[in-house]
């Protein structure tokens, strides 16, 4: 039945397409949840390490807080969320932005992150097919969303993100599947310590930190996906987008000059983009740079 079922999505690409869409949405909203609770998971660890730390008391029991529990509610009245008010993209248009129990504003962050997901599931579909590659390019999309969102309101990239799909990417490598093993620990190994060296000699120069320890670990990940070939792909193409994206922000006066800014998700992005175009990159740059 499941061979079926993907030979008619091979054969129908409009369904496939569309079906992916669907799914995008569903996975998005489920990300949004990440978003906001992955952080408070770990903060709420880090709390009960250092009192365990420090010996001091253990703080009281607290219910539980996890992707699962409690249902989610409206941040301004407790409302619950019915599962009529949670259906993805839609529930927000219906409801007019707003909460149906006091009316309070609902971030559009939702439905765009709802949205983008949707969008950029379909994208991998439609350059990778029905396949192996695609299933595996999925994951490491919807990951990639769920790091970036947390890194743009907390600034931290979360290991229990990063470090399976580092796993997986050697994984998949044994297969070759994007790339071969060789050049998948090389790429995990070099995107490590290229960002740490420049993190120490930063440092060394400035006495300041330049990045988090995140971002190692995750162009290590981005490695072990697209191999050493592409590392410098991805951070040339991660280093301008963030350097016009600061620039705008300080010209349109959103930020202040020497604000830190999140560089995972420029390399989140530009990891992405070389996973499912990446030869063409590369070609582009070198005949831009006559490399």
């Not at 193409?237 to 350097?243: D, M």
Request: hydrophobic share 50%.
């Amino acid at each position: 039945m499941f061979a079926n079922l993907i030979a008619v999505l091979d054969q129908t690409p409009a369904l496939y397409l569309g079906y992916l869409f669907l799914v995008g949405l569903l996975v998005g909203s489920f990300l949004n949840v990440v978003i906001y609770r992955l952080p408070v998971m770990m903060q709420r660890e880090w709390r009960r390490d250092c009192l365990e730390y420090l010996e001091q008391p253990a703080e009281a029991e607290q219910p539980a807080f996890n992707l699962v529990t409690p249902r989610s509610r409206c941040g301004h009245c407790g409302h619950r969320i019915t599962a009529r008010e949670n259906i993805p993209l839609l529930s927000y248009l219906l409801l007019g932005g707003k909460c149906s129990s006091c009316g309070t504003r609902i971030s559009p962050q939702y439905p765009l992150v709802e949205l983008f997901t949707g969008i950029v599931t379909v994208v991998v579909g439609w350059q990778l097919g029905v396949s192996l590659q695609a299933l595996a390019a999925l994951l490491f999309t919807w990951s990639l969303i769920a790091a970036a969102g947390i890194d743009i309101g907390h600034k931290l990239l979360p290991d229990s993100i990063t470090l399976p799909l580092l796993w997986l990417g050697l994984l998949l490598a044994l297969g070759n599947v994007f790339v071969s093993l060789e050049d998948s620990v090389i790429g995990a190994m070099a995107g490590y310590l290229s960002l740490w060296s420049v993190f120490v000699l930063f440092k060394l120069l400035t006495g300041k930190e330049g990045m988090g320890h995140g971002d190692f670990k995750l162009l290590a990940m981005l490695g072990a996906w697209t191999g050493w070939q592409l590392l410098l792909v991805i951070v040339l193409t991660s280093s301008l987008v963030g350097a016009v994206v600061g620039i705008s922000m300080i010209l349109l006066k959103k930020t202040e000059r020497g604000t830190q800014i999140p560089f995972g998700p420029y390399l989140a992005a530009a990891g992405w983009i070389a996973l499912l175009w990446g030869a063409e990159l590369a070609g582009f740059y070198f005949s831009l740079f006559k490399f």
